[in-house]
């Protein structure tokens, strides 16, 4: 896939930004990232302690399922996957709903969550992430559509059953995978 323009895309140099319900304002200090729903280990952890964990960088194209595409973004984060490690996800899980400071939400399969290169991103283009793109934290998930990769992020939960979130409740795709071009609900 790597190389390979995305289909029904243009590339353009720059970020549209969206905050669809505002741009929330962050006390880092009172910032708790939160994992819940069909877990065994239940976590919460400051922006301190996210740092503290092993980042993964990567170099990759993002894109927004209106027809924007970026190349080559810097991003580095944490691997979602160590979440799941750390928090012990149930067997019934099979999807993962994701809940931001501005009340955005949107979800994800399990089996996208798991991804190698899927990211709770804490800097892009080797910055912390500006507040616009997210800070502190924001998904990025490089094979699915950008409104997968909830910005200023707070809290991932585990779910055995499907829920939509903002955008899928508007008709946007539950699975949301760029190169399947899964855009918007089928069923
Ligand atoms: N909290 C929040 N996250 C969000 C959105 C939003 O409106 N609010 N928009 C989504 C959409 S549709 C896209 S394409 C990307 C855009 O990322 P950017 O604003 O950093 O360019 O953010 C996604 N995450
Ligand atoms: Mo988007």
Redesign the pocket.
């Known amino acids: 896939m790597e190389g390979a323009d995305a289909p029904g895309q243009r590339y353009i140099p720059n970020?549209?930004?969206?905050?669809?319900?505002g741009k929330p304002k962050v006390d880092i200090n009172k910032y708790r990232f939160i994992v819940d729903g069909r877990v065994e280990n239940e976590l919460k952890l400051s922006y301190e302690e996210l740092k503290a964990l092993p980042m993964k960088r990567i170099i990759t194209d993002?894109h927004?399922?209106?027809g924007w595409s970026v190349k080559e973004v810097e991003w580095e984060g944490v691997q979602l996957n160590r979440f799941a490690q750390m928090a012990k996800p149930m067997e019934d899980v099979e999807w993962v709903y994701f809940t931001?400071l501005?009340g955005?939400t949107?979800v994800v399969a399990f089996e996208d969550f798991m991804h190698e290169d899927s990211l709770l991103v804490l800097k892009m283009n080797g910055s912390p992430l500006p507040i616009?793109?997210?800070y502190p934290a924001?998904i990025f998930i490089p094979h699915l559509?950008?409104?997968k990769?909830?910005?200023?992020v707070y809290k991932i939960t585990f779910l055995e059953e499907y829920r939509d979130g903002y955008?899928e409740a508007l008709g946007y795709s539950q699975r949301g995978r760029v190169f399947l071009e899964e855009r918007f609900k089928t069923i």
């Open positions: 970020f549209v930004i969206y905050m669809a319900l993002f927004c399922v209106t931001s501005d955005y949107t616009e793109h997210g924001r559509y950008g409104w990769g909830a910005k200023w955008w």
